[in-house]
């Protein structure tokens, strides 16, 4: 059963987010809470996945975020937003979060997103990405010398890159490609090391960039497996 805690200041998200989740079979929302009680409520459940809002008026997301990187039980991290362009997403990005979420995600997407973050993978909201390359140029730039550097990536690399940017995870991975979860491993921190970036959302976002996604077939997200 993955464990998942909803922060959020408004109750009609909270309420909402648990009702699709807690339909799943695989999935229970232990807890909701606001951004003032979200560190407790953390470290109280250990969840396996928190689903943060990332504009909050008492206590802000990012700064649940950061506290979350000292704390001995950290979940893997995806932030929540109404805004298809967020400035804060960037910042969110550097602090370790697993990927971004628009709180208008069609339910039926949900708890797969939540799967994939569970296992691992990175969630990144395929409108969201898409604004925040369009609105940010310096984000773009980044992401312009991040792409150069997929050129020093192997062939085998690239088709790791490619499934870390569908959101699997190492298990996962090594399973597609019939390779040990050690040799993943050592081949996702060979290719952060390659793109000099520091978290496989990052990554991901170079890769779709790059145009590795569109010129594999490959989905934004996590989705079927490739012939």
């Known amino acids: 059963m993955i464990r998942v805690v909803v922060v959020d200041d ?14 799943a079979d695989d999935i229970s929302v232990v807890a909701t809470a606001t951004g003032a009680d979200a560190l407790q409520v953390v470290q109280a459940e250990k969840p396996d996945v928190l689903l943060l ?9 990012l700064a649940v975020l950061n506290s979350l990187r000292r ?4 979940p893997s ?3 929540l937003t109404t805004f298809d362009a967020d400035e804060y997403i960037l910042t969110a990005l550097r602090l370790g979060a697993s990927g971004f979420l628009l709180k208008d995600t069609e ?5 797969d997103y939540v799967r994939v973050l569970a296992g691992g993978g990175v ?5 969201a990405s898409l604004s925040l390359v369009e609105h940010h140029p310096a984000f773009l730039a980044v992401l312009d010398e991040e792409a150069e550097r997929i050129e020093q990536l192997t062939e085998r690399e690239r088709d790791v890159l490619v499934l870390v940017a ?22 996702v921190s060979a290719i952060l090391a390659k793109l000099g970036v520091s978290s496989r959302v990052q990554a991901a976002l ?22």
């Open 10 to 23: 408004e109750a009609l998200v909270r309420s909402g987010f648990s009702l699709i989740l807690n339909s």
């Open 53 to 61: 809002d990332i504009r909050m008026p008492d206590v802000d997301g």
């Open 71 to 74: 704390a001995p039980h950290r």
């Open 77 to 79: 991290v995806a932030m």
């Open 107 to 111: 339910p039926r997407q949900l708890a």
């Open 123 to 127: 969630v990144l909201s395929p409108k």
């Open 166 to 187: 569908e959101g699997l995870s190492n298990a996962d991975i090594g399973s597609r490609l019939f390779l040990g979860a050690g040799t993943v491993k050592d081949h």
């Open 206 to 227: 170079a890769a779709q960039r790059a145009g590795l996604l569109q010129s594999r077939g490959a989905p934004e997200t996590k989705g079927p497996a490739r012939p």
